[in-house]
């Protein structure tokens, strides 16, 4: 069984920067696909980047060039550097895991970014 817990969500300004952690137990992120979700209100969940096992990444087109991911094999742990945050980036953050054929969600970090 896998286990995903976020932190790092909160409150920051237009402009600012946020980074989202997701620690992982139950199984090793380096050889597993790893990814962060997002949902803003009134939406669906939307594919914000993925890491794959040998490293490939991929980024949704509307975090491109602000948002980075990445991981720390050694503390089994994911990470989302957020940067130039704007309003419309406003949603519950969820870091997922596709090990043995499931995927597996985290409970969600919220992200609030307003004046």
């Known amino acids: 069984q896998v286990q995903l817990v976020e932190s790092g969500g909160g409150l920051v300004q237009p402009g600012g920067s946020l980074k989202l952690s997701c620690a992982a137990s139950g199984s090793s992120i380096s050889g597993n696909l790893m990814a962060w979700y997002r949902q803003a209100p009134g939406k669906e969940r939307e594919l914000v980047a993925r890491?794959?096992?040998?490293?490939?990444?991929d980024y949704a087109a509307y975090v491109q060039g602000r948002f980075t991911i990445s991981r720390d094999n050694a503390k089994n742990t994911l990470y989302l550097q957020m940067n130039n945050l704007k309003p419309e980036d406003t949603a519950v953050y969820y870091c997922?895991?596709?090990?043995?054929?499931?995927?597996?969600w985290g409970q969600g970090t919220q992200v609030t970014v307003s004046s």
């Open positions: 997922t895991a596709f090990t043995g054929g499931r995927l597996y």
């Open positions: 890491i794959t096992p040998f490293s490939l990444i």
